[in-house]
């Protein structure tokens, strides 16, 4: 998974849509959506990262006028 840390967000988010595709494809086999399944919550939680990394230094930079890592 070092791969999907390099992603940017919207690279992250182009990768899932293209996972949700692929689970919602009737001919998709099982053991594909398996698989599909772990790379897509992968990528929320890749997400969800990064997502939270821009809130924090967000709310740094409105209450102090500029950026401090956490």
Known sequence: MSEEKKLSLEEAF???ETVIEK??????SLEDS??????GI???NLCN???DKV???VKVLS???NTDEF
């Open 42 to 44: 992968s990528l929320v």
């Open 63 to 65: 209450q102090g006028g």
């Open 23 to 28: 689970l919602e494809n009737p001919e998709t």
């Open 55 to 57: 809130e924090k230094e």
């Open 14 to 16: 182009e990768n899932l």
């Open 49 to 51: 990262g990064m997502i």
């Open 34 to 39: 398996f698989t599909a399944y772990k790379e």
